[in-house]
């Protein structure tokens, strides 16, 4: 399974927008996607001064994923927890449509989007990096933004996880680390990808169960490192292990800019593609980027949480908190300090998770309005509230130390207190009978 076979799929069901008009890869897509972001698919046919078409927004409702993995929003988080406990290493195969074409490197002729104004330039932010250790005992897949330098060179911002731990290990033996650079996956790849399984599993394994043992990978061609069989396009590099160059500033997931730092600069040795390679973007701080890096780490905190309390209803990673910084999850309290339990589990589960909220189960995760109301009337700041100071954190968050990541977490634990009669803490209701409800229903149809 492909980027293709799920485009498919989705064009069969008309929910892919094509657009044709000319369109400059310099800002006007990125603002296309942006206002369009809440809708379908979008095809860009034409992108100004390429001949390569251009897709976004593949990934942007949790519908859409849901539809990629063949699975429902309940079964969602259970597929991705399984998958990291039971990779399934991957078929590697010779021949691959990806080979289709190999060139001498020229990022110039691809086109990476210029997404915001004050952009260090233009970014690859849909690729899943892989390596493997020196001694070929660990692969890891993740997911990081590129600035492309010129022609050969790209800036890849390494956060302190495990590629970054793989580069650190080649840099002290004075060696560049060699990365294949995959762009045009299938969703299941992607998530796989934005997953944390323990160092040592390879992201490619959980990936391919997820695809259910379909996922076929690639050896390339100048440098030891592979890449999915059915990608549309693959950057073959090396990360130097000396030379580093500005990144940033850049707008990440909090629709904020990231500050400048100075990061390794992987040289491109060899690029492969399909004949009409189709290329993916991924607008930084849309609902795709949100979702993408956020339902892995909701899966995350379910399975935690659901390891210390008897049941965890659903977490949202909401929006507001750019899916990524803060979390809603409901539970089924069953005793006093359930709350704070899941609260823990939650920071322990996503580190740069920054404020958590549990409610009861009877209040919806992904209606505002409800969490608040919890906040309201069942939370008490003096007994409910954890302040953890000098953690560390998202270093996206401007109010945060972001040089050393370092943040306070704020865990609210908005359960209802057990030794307080439940009635006290339910909405109350107007008994309605039949009549009324068909009267009001009447009343609702003359005001629309
Ligand atoms: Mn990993």
Redesign the pocket.
């Known amino acids: 399974m492909s980027l293709r076979s799920f485009l498919n799929e989705l064009e069969e069901k008309g929910e892919v927008l094509h657009i044709h008009e000319k369109v400059s890869p310099i800002f006007e897509t990125a603002s296309i996607i942006q206002e369009l972001a809440d809708g379908p698919v979008l095809f860009f046919e034409k992108v100004e001064g390429y001949d390569v078409k251009v897709v976004a927004n593949l990934c942007g409702t949790r519908d859409r994923i849901c539809s990629a993995l063949k699975t429902s929003l309940n079964e969602l988080y259970t597929r991705l927890s399984d998958a990291q406990k039971n990779p399934l290493k991957p078929e590697i195969v010779e021949e691959a449509p990806v080979m289709d074409v190999h060139e001498k490197p020229d990022l110039s002729r691809i086109p990476i989007l210029l997404h915001f104004e004050k952009d260090a330039g233009p970014y690859i932010t849909a690729a899943a990096v892989s390596a493997r250790s020196l001694d070929g005992k660990v692969e ?3 997911v990081h933004r590129l600035l492309v330098l010129d022609k050969n060179h790209l800036v890849i911002r390494l956060v302190p ?3 970054f731990k793989l580069w650190s290990v080649a840099k002290k033996r004075k060696k560049d680390l060699e990365v294949a650079i995959s762009i045009g996956l299938h969703p299941s790849v992607l998530l796989a990808a934005a ?9 490619y394994a959980v990936a391919n169960r997820l695809l259910g043992g379909s996922l076929k990978l690639v050896k390339c061609m100048e440098i030891d490192a592979y890449a999915p069989a059915e990608a549309e396009l693959v950057l073959e590099g090396r990360v130097s292990f000396e030379r580093k160059a500005e990144e940033g500033p850049f707008v990440d997931i909090t629709c904020t800019y990231d500050i400048k730092r100075m990061q390794p600069v992987v040289e491109i040795v060899n690029i492969m593609h399909r004949k009409d390679y189709i290329y993916q973007a991924l607008l930084p701080g849309g609902p795709e980027h949100r979702l993408l890096m956020g339902l892995p780490r909701e899966a995350a905190i379910y399975e935690a949480a659901s390891k210390v309390v008897p049941g965890v209803k659903a977490v949202n990673l909401s929006d507001g908190g750019c899916g990524w910084l803060h979390a809603v999850i409901s539970i089924e309290k069953q005793t006093e300090g359930d709350g704070k339990n899941a609260l823990l589990a939650a920071f322990a589960a996503h580190p740069s998770l920054k404020h958590a909220v549990v409610v009861d189960s009877d209040i919806d995760v992904f209606d505002p309005q409800e969490v608040e109301w919890a906040i309201a009337l069942r939370f008490q700041a003096s007994e409910d509230l954890i302040v953890v100071p000098n953690a560390r954190g998202s270093t996206l968050d401007p109010s945060a130390d972001q040089k050393r990541g370092l943040t306070s977490k704020m865990g609210i634990d908005a359960t209802r207190p057990l030794n307080v009669p439940v009635e006290n803490f339910k909405k109350a209701r107007i008994l309605s009978t039949r009549k009324t409800a068909e009267l009001i229903n009447r009343l609702r149809r003359k005001m629309k």
């Open positions: 890891n897949v993740s996880r495990h590629l997953s944390s399984p323990p160092f040592g599993v390879s992201e």
